[in-house]
């Protein structure tokens, strides 16, 4: 059983920043890519920022120059750091995995349960 356990969301100002963390637990061989995705009331969820296990990072444009992702693959964790927040940050936050359970296990899916965002004054 795998679990992706999001925290580090709440409310802030505009102009503030929050770091959000996602920790990935169970039976886990190898994770291949973590990622955040978010999801605003009324849109569909949309990619913020991968990371493979690599380190090849990818960010969506409105993402770019305000936020960081970053992972600690000793403890199965991505973090996102997000500076200068803007009221369109506003959303539920998702943390993705793709990764493999065992040797000879495909690689997977695995979503987290979501964390509130809400950047205003």
């Known amino acids: 059983q795998v679990q992706l356990v999001e925290s580090g969301g709440g409310l802030v100002q505009p102009g503030g920043s929050l770091r959000l963390s996602c920790v990935a637990s169970?039976?886990?061989?190898?994770?291949?890519?973590m990622g955040w995705y978010r999801q605003a009331p009324g849109k569909q969820r949309e990619l913020v920022a991968g990371?493979?296990?690599?380190?090849?990072?990818n960010y969506a444009d409105s993402a770019k120059g305000r936020f960081t992702i970053s992972r600690d693959n000793t403890k199965n964790t991505v973090y996102l750091q997000m500076n200068s927040l803007k009221p369109e940050d506003t959303a539920v936050y998702y943390c993705n995995a793709l990764l493999r359970v065992g040797f000879v296990s495909p690689v997977k899916d695995y979503w987290g349960q979501g964390t509130q965002v809400t950047v205003s004054s």
């Open positions: 169970g039976s886990i061989y190898t994770i291949n890519y």
């Open positions: 990371l493979t296990s690599g380190s090849s990072a």
